[in-house]
């Protein structure tokens, strides 16, 4: 027997003859019946792919819709990112805040529905979402504008966006010309060193004067991959250095941030990665900034060591 014979052939499914609120009532109570973030810490390694191939980076408002068994809001969060998670199932919520606490981070739960987000415009700089979701307007509470959706094809492309190399977006005066590719992204995490020193052709005045970098430099998966310190000098872990010379400068979205920077290459010593660099761009900038203490004649030679991180992208001529 035919569905037509059954119900004549003028009868439609439409949206009005379907009861949309009891169904999420039900699939909310299903969510919420057994205890899924037992099943969903099985794949954690699943959120953190997600949250490597987003290239999710510390201080970022990060939104994660759909939160479920809280893998993607986790790995954000251990990449020091500033979390709201959100889910229609407070149950879950409840389950990934106890996850969250364990391992102290820092991050803010809150039940919405993902199909009426409660955030206004230019929320977050970026929105993580699963499947079967996929939202109307995904870039609507995103100021960068980038909306990743955790899905199989997404998964299956993660190992590719994760390892390929893309030069990042950058002001007119910090880019390369064409002749250059890009060849290594290197982050780092140290510190700016600032001496208390009289201003040049003033010797009645003092101020912090930026004496050197000192930082360690890794991978995108956080392997140590070399060092940065006075020159400025980048060292590779295979011996080969590049020396830079400041090109432009770009103050950057973070007034509490260094400024990103373009640098050329005045020159290089070894046979290793570092041999054949041209060009070099500081870019996400974290602190770093200049001493905000006094400096003056009963300080003078005082030396401050500000944190900071930034990631450095390499370049070399095309071949």
């Not at 003028?10 to 999420?24: G, P, R």
């Not at 201080?59 to 959100?86: C, H, I, K, P, Y």
Request: aromatic share 8%; glycine share 8%.
């Amino acid at each position: 027997m035919s569905l037509e014979s059954t119900v004549g052939p003028a009868a439609k499914l439409t949206d009005a003859a379907i009861d949309f609120t009891a169904i999420k009532q039900r699939q909310q109570a299903a969510w919420a019946s057994g205890d899924f973030a037992v099943i969903g810490v099985t794949l954690q390694i699943v959120g953190e792919s997600l949250a490597e191939a987003a290239d999710v980076r510390a201080g970022e408002r990060v939104l994660d819709v759909a939160a479920g068994n809280g893998n993607a809001t986790l790995a954000a969060a251990r990449r020091f990112a500033q979390v709201t998670s959100t889910d229609y199932v407070p149950h879950l919520l409840d389950k990934d805040a106890e996850r969250g606490k364990a391992e102290g981070l820092d991050v803010r739960f809150q039940t919405a529905d993902a199909e009426n987000l409660p955030f206004a415009d230019g929320s977050f700089v970026m929105k993580l979402s699963k499947p079967p979701f996929r939202l109307e307007n995904p870039i609507r509470n995103s100021s960068r504008g980038i909306a990743v959706f955790y899905s199989l094809i997404a998964l299956l492309a993660a190992g590719c966006a994760s390892s390929s190399l893309a030069p990042p977006e950058v002001p007119a005066t910090l880019r390369l010309p064409q002749d250059q590719s890009l060849f290594l992204e290197a982050r780092a995490t140290g510190v700016q060193i600032y001496e208390c020193a009289t201003k040049p052709g003033d010797s009645s005045g003092f101020a912090w004067v930026f004496k050197a970098p000192e930082a360690t430099l890794a991978d995108r998966w956080g392997r140590p991959i070399g060092k940065h310190y006075a020159g400025p000098t980048w060292e590779s872990s295979d011996g080969s250095t590049v020396v830079g010379e400041l090109a432009s400068r770009d103050p950057g979205p973070e007034p509490s941030a260094i400024p990103w920077l373009l640098l050329t290459a005045k020159s290089t010593s070894g046979a290793g990665d570092l041999a054949g660099t041209r060009s070099i761009q500081r870019v996400h900038t974290t602190g770093g900034v200049a001493p905000a203490q006094p400096c003056a004649s009963r300080n003078a030679k005082q030396t401050v060591r500000v944190p900071y991180t930034a990631t450095y992208y390499f370049y070399r001529a095309m071949s």
